[in-house]
């Protein structure tokens, strides 16, 4: 007949441990004394996968400069599947220029259509202006929020996300946009670029022309304002009262050069300090200040 041999402090008085040549008698131990290795366990929240349409990222605010003007048709053509999308090719755009003419707010007014259009299950953008840890970086939390993945591992989830975006038998159909804005270095896009897809576009906006950028891919060219693009925009822009001509207002636009960030930024002086662009020496007072602030910012609002 067993005896229950279980001390005051719910140890048995005399025990043996398998494989080890001890006793422990009394909370005793005789013998030789191991010490067990530490294990650390990490334990990672489960994430749940958000549901279609979702935006990744926020869209950039329409600025109030913008006009819509031929390179948004341009873009809307180039990008569109339309009647080719037999072709298993990617739609993938890359719109080109120098910074201050309007880039990403054209990307991000064709971006907007489409989402406000219900033409969109996931978009996704990404700023992708320094290196490619801004693309992974993007990319993973995409997978995050789409995929419930964990990003302790970005490289992992970007990869994940772009296996993902492969369309596939037996995978539901999504109708996606990937924007990846500013790219300054095509390298930093080398085995990130998304997969080719019928339902799938990819959006890029680069001061770059480089062939790894743009070989295989519809170029979408943005220039600065046309003459009446500049009047419409400044005419628009000050109030209805101010006592400038049409002249002297097409004189301001010829001498900031039509681009877009000079003019908006050029408006937002004459609005803030009440002056007046006036007879042959108004425009002169902007002549170099709103190009050198161009430089100097690296960004464009228009």
Known sequence: MDHDRRGANGVDDEQTVP????????????????QAASLTVHQHAVRTAAEWPHLVE????????????????????????????????PAAGVVVGLGGVGKTQ???????????????????????????????AGLAAAAAELLGDDTS????????????????????????????????????????????????RTLVTSRRRDAAITMGRRIVPVGVFTPVDSQSYLTGALAADRQ???????????????????????????????????????????????????EQRGGETC
């Open 153 to 200: 591992d970005a490289e992992r989830a970007a990869r994940q996300f772009l296996a993902w975006l492969e369309p596939g038998p037996g995978r539901p159909s999504c109708r996606w946009l990937i924007v990846l804005d500013d790219v300054a270095d095509p390298a930093d896009l080398t085995g990130l670029w998304p997969p080719a897809s019928p339902q799938g």
């Open 19 to 34: 494989g080890v040549s001890n006793r422990i008698i009394n909370s005793t131990v005789h013998g030789d004394v191991y």
């Open 244 to 294: 400038e001509t049409d002249t002297e207002l097409a004189a301001l636009a010829d001498d900031l050069g039509h681009l877009p960030l000079a003019l908006s930024q050029a408006a937002a002086y004459l609005i803030d300090t009440g002056r007046i662009v006036s007879g042959p020496a108004g425009p002169r007072i902007f002549r170099g200040k709103s190009r050198c602030a161009v």
């Open 106 to 136: 054209l990307a991000a007014h064709y971006a907007r259509t489409l989402w406000h259009g219900g033409e969109l299950d996931v978009l996704v953008w990404i700023t992708a202006a320094t290196t490619t840890t801004e693309v992974v």
């Open 58 to 89: 926020r869209i950039p605010p329409q600025a109030g400069c913008f006009q819509v003007r031929g390179e948004s048709e341009r873009l809307a053509r180039a990008l569109e599947p339309g009647e080719n999308t037999v072709v298993v090719a």
